[in-house]
């Protein structure tokens, strides 16, 4: 015998998706906006690594809802705002956090 579900749990079911739909983690928007924040943190790791005066390597990029946050060491104070420099002329960011501390 084939059993069915009620409609009103097919719709308390439709409902829930539509309510959370689709967030990646806590205090992150939405899938789509991931996808965006995580292409903007591959463009700016690439101009860091295309940029003689910024170490790629030592500068670590996260991006949330458009913000770069840019942590890590510089072996300058020129380093520092130059990967800063580097992260808001790159297309899509909304604005960047500078964290980088430039190690003595």
Same mark, same amino acid.
Do not use: H, W
């Given at each position: 015998? +084939?059993?069915?579900?009620?409609?009103?749990?097919?719709?308390?079911?439709?409902?829930? %998706?539509?309510? *959370?739909?689709?967030?990646?983690?806590?205090? =992150?928007?939405?899938? &789509? =906006?991931? !996808?965006?924040?995580? &292409?903007?943190?591959? +463009?700016?790791?690439? @101009?860091?690594?295309?940029?003689?005066?910024?170490?790629? %390597?030592?500068?670590?990029?996260? *991006?949330? @809802?458009?913000?770069? =946050?840019?942590?890590?060491?510089? @072996?300058?104070?020129?380093?520092? %705002?130059?990967?800063?420099?580097?992260?808001?002329? *790159?297309?899509?960011?909304? &604005? !960047? @956090?500078?964290?980088? %501390?430039? =190690?003595?």
């Amino acid at each position: 015998m +084939r059993r069915t579900l009620p409609a009103s749990f097919a719709l308390a079911a439709l409902l829930a %998706v539509s309510v *959370t739909g689709c967030a990646v983690s806590r205090d =992150q928007s939405t899938v &789509g =906006q991931y !996808v965006d924040d995580t &292409g903007i943190t591959a +463009r700016v790791k690439a @101009r860091f690594a295309e940029d003689a005066t910024v170490s790629a %390597v030592a500068i670590r990029v996260e *991006t949330l @809802r458009g913000v770069v =946050q840019l942590s890590g060491f510089a @072996r300058s104070a020129a380093e520092r %705002v130059r990967a800063e420099a580097l992260a808001r002329a *790159t297309p899509g960011v909304a &604005g !960047v @956090r500078n964290d980088i %501390v430039v =190690q003595p």
